[in-house]
């Protein structure tokens, strides 16, 4: 038993491994997130693009004189435009906060693209271990329509007999191939998510996983890391610098530069001050601004109500899931037929009908235990995804 228990770790570890190599070569060669990287990097310059001073404007102005003996006149002026330090400040606390969304999106679509690794590594697993039962019952099966045709030949059994056994053959073996197809399908998927470069995945074992029992604290926990929750709430601070900067726009814009009148035996030059006033161009983005933040607020409050009443609704379901699993295992254990039927039907104890009753009984049992155990395995880790 202890044998059993070690080995039994070893092949959950193994399977961990496995499944943590994938993900980071999928995080790695994946096209669609070095794209998103790409992104992220224009997306935080962008950001910053537009904090530097504008451009400043130089002016230079020949204007003949009438009549000639006036002589001609020359005008020259270099000017700066500049905003206040209020708006300046604030248009760079705006380009940080926008920084922070653009990383908080990134996360979020590296979390959903590892979610989409994860199933498909489960999915092989999966088909892994399918395709392992599927080989040990053709095994089986092989088996029994050699002893069954021997039986034919020695007059124990009639031909429908034997045809049942031979058709339990033929369909243990196209499920095989079925199983074989799909498995290459979805190691075909994890490839296409890995950038093109090729994956392996041996393991027959699911990873070993832990759901703490009280949903609530574990809810807090990943409430703190959801990147999801993260990107809204990063919302409301991006929308509430763009009010500050709104507001800071109603600022007048300063301008200061060097101005240069020159004509026959006559020379003016100095410093010349302008002032922009914003009367007209700034109307009404302040509220729009402030109805941007509400907005936001309330597509958080959306999203946390969202977030809970899935990842709630996902632990009622792994939880049934998982006692699903426990009972099909145990009943298994104890139930585990396959061997007592084949020597019965060897000994002519029992028909071939009763022993493929038997057997499939037995085999859809473990069929619909390796489903749930599947499907438990993906609840838990679609749960466990807003921890990476």
Known sequence: MFFFVMMTAACCVQAQNEVERVLQ???QHNTTLVALRHETEAAKVGNHTNLNLPNPEVEFGYLWGSPSSIGHRKDVSAVQSFDFATVTGAKRRLARQQD?????QYKESRMQLLLEAH????DAIYYNAMCKELMQRKQYAEEIASAQQKRLE???INRIEYNQVKLDLAAVCAELMRCNTERAAVMAELQRLNGGEPLLIEATDYPAVAIANDFEAWYAEAEQKSPALAYVKQQIDVANRELAVRRADGLPTVSLGFMGEYVSGENYQGVKVGMSIPLWANKNRVRQAKAEVEAAKARQTDARQQFYSRLHNLFVQQRGLRQVVQSYQEALRATDNTSLLKKALDAGSISTMDYLLG???YYDAVNQKMDAC????KT???MQAVLL
């Open 154 to 156: 020695q007059g124990d």
């Open 100 to 104: 922070a969304l653009a990383d908080w």
């Open 380 to 382: 838990v880790a679609e």
């Open 25 to 27: 070569s999928v995080e």
């Open 119 to 122: 199933h498909l590594c489960l």
């Open 374 to 377: 599947r499907a438990w395995q």
């Open 359 to 361: 057997a499939r009984m």
